[in-house]
């Protein structure tokens, strides 16, 4: 495994109208290009994700492992707006010497995968034998299959969508509100909006998991009055995130989520996916509320070459973070015959 930052020194235009004098993006790479240069795994990560996608992956990702560094050359790149490295509000503004917080510029998943193709360029990549991501990731390797047609052997989509919906539209905009609240919501500051982080992240708790997965990790023995588990839990989730993100990158990103949409501006949606020729593997998860079941199967009515798997889950939208040997399971021959027999 290594870090990385690339630097790209030229102007680069968000989608938004705005230009930024550069940008840098931090990433990760496992394994080495070999000598066809077919052997690339390219990983989109989510929402308050890193690029060590071996640490939040790790059981998928790594020696001995589905996608291992032994054969497969393994790239993972923080988005842009993150606060992980990549250009962001906690990045310099070189025209004021001073951190862009919130004055740094809205972008969207399609400048997210702008900055990808440029990596992709600047590290020599000309084909992706597997394009993988789950929920926001899939978001991303949805749109840079359509920005880059012949670019990609495979995709595999987890959790996502071809469009935001109006339910997830919905939860962000509370997330966000509970985020502008805070008093100290646009201060200068790198701990600006944090207590209204921790509620923003409370709220996605609750789409994350699913009824099910509450009452049965979190229900007390009944003969509480205050002070229960699940309270506690949400509590601690919600500090967890303060403790490693930022307030500003998780409104601007939230942001960018609701902007997703790959026919917009194409035409209509069902023509849209039509035009996605790589074979493409789509899974989703049968307690999933934040993206549901019915999602991916649009996807799959309207690929030119998709099928879809379904993997039963009590964690809801997050198994696919955690359910790490059933996706092995599925993913099975889809993603090439290395290393498929540690879930054969």
Known sequence: MAFHLFKYDKSFELECGEKLPGIEIAYHTYGSLNKEKNNVVWVCHALTANADCSDWWKGLIGEGKFFNPD?????????????????GPLSINPATGKKYYSTFP???????????????????I??????????????????????????????ILLTTAARES?????????????????????????NAGAKGLKTARSVGMLTYRNYDAFVKAQTDDGE???????????HYQGE????????????????AMDSHNVARGRGEMEKVLK????????????????????????????????????????????????????LG????????????????
């Open 166 to 190: 109006a339910w997830g539209i919905a939860i962000h905009t509370v997330q966000r509100m509970a985020i502008e609240t805070d008093p100290t919501w646009k201060d200068f500051s790198d």
């Open 106 to 124: 809205q972008v969207t998943i399609r400048d997210m995968v702008k900055a990808h193709v440029l990596l992709g360029k600047y590290l020599g």
């Open 224 to 234: 509480k009055t205050d002070h229960f588990k699940a309270s506690s839990y949400i």
């Open 275 to 326: 035009s996605i020729n790589a074979r493409t593997l789509v899974i989703g998860i049968t307690s999933d509320i934040l993206c549901p079941i019915a999602e991916q199967q649009f996807l799959v009515k309207h690929l030119s070459n998709a099928i879809f798997k379904e993997m039963d889950s009590s964690y809801g939208h997050d198994g696919f973070l955690i359910e790490w040997e059933k």
């Open 240 to 255: 967890k995130l303060v403790k490693r993100f930022n307030a500003y990158s998780y409104w601007l990103l939230a942001k």
């Open 329 to 344: 399971q599925l993913i099975g021959d889809f993603a090439g015959p290395t290393q498929k027999q540690k879930f054969l």
């Open 71 to 87: 054969t497969h050359f393994i790239v993972c790149a923080n988005i842009l707006g993150s606060c992980y490295g990549s250009s």
């Open 126 to 155: 000309q084909k992706i034998s597997v394009g993988i991501g789950g929920s926001m990731g899939g978001y991303q390797v949805l749109e840079w299959a359509w920005t880059e047609k012949e670019k990609f052997d495979r995709l």
